[in-house]
């Protein structure tokens, strides 16, 4: 099946500047790789994803990269605020099932 | 468009009880997945759903563990004699259904129902 691996699990920067979260997988099948933002109590909150068939996405401050040939995606979060700091997992989609990353617990100090 | 709806948010129960959780798909979505998260963890796969039918339980604990989503209502996990390792927090994720029936890959997630067992 499906491996995914987070790095880092805990992240600190200072407001204004970049966070990049990494992952990686291991099945070559998996087609879609979202990433979720989870607020202390919530569940978690789809923020950005990235196909296949793509290889970088952006949504203003929130950017996505994916390198299929090496297996790993990137999220990167710019001009980073307080209201930022949540857990930030990744996600592959085989087509039948998502897997998921353990995790990044980002603090954005102000 | 009401999300996906979880219920109860928090549950409490003994040593040997039943729990049942209860979960509502976003309107028009019919592939329903649960997850388990424990303090501090990703995560865990458990069981993916579509109606009336179990497409992937390989995550479930295979004893005391059942989850089911029938033609009307909405789905349930159950699980029999809670035992103490059993508290965490409970997330139902639902997806739509391309025309084609394949999976569109969007998941949306419910607040979660959060179990402890004493």
């Known amino acids: 099946g499906e491996n995914v691996e987070q790095h880092p699990s805990t992240l600190s920067v200072q407001e204004g500047d970049s966070a990049v979260i990494k992952c990686t997988y291991s099945d070559s099948a998996s087609n879609y790789f979202p990433w979720y933002k989870q607020e202390l109590g919530k569940g978690p909150q789809l923020i950005i994803d990235i196909r296949s068939n793509v290889g970088e996405k952006k949504d203003q401050r929130i950017a996505v990269t994916l390198n299929k040939t090496a297996k790993h995606f990137s999220l990167h979060i710019t001009e980073t605020q307080p209201e930022d700091s949540a857990v930030y997992f990744c996600?592959?989609?085989?087509?039948?099932?998502?897997?998921f990353g353990t995790g990044t617990s980002l603090t954005v100090i102000p | 468009n009401a999300g996906v709806m979880q219920n109860p948010r928090h549950l409490v129960r003994r040593r040997g009880q039943e729990a049942r959780l209860r979960c509502s798909p976003m309107k028009g979505h019919s592939h329903v997945y649960w997850y388990r998260q424990l303090p501090e963890e990703g995560l865990k796969f458990m069981v993916y759903?579509?109606?009336?039918?179990?497409?992937?339980e390989s995550g479930m604990p295979k004893e005391r563990f059942s989850a089911e989503f029938p033609k009307e209502g909405p789905s349930i996990l159950r699980i029999q004699q809670v035992v103490r390792g059993d508290s965490a927090a409970y997330f139902c994720a639902s997806s739509p259904q391309e025309t084609s029936g394949v999976n569109t890959g969007e998941l949306f997630f419910g607040e979660g129902s959060r179990l402890t067992v004493l």
């Open positions: 759903l579509q109606k009336e039918n179990i497409i992937d």
């Open positions: 996600a592959a989609d085989t087509g039948n099932q998502f897997y």
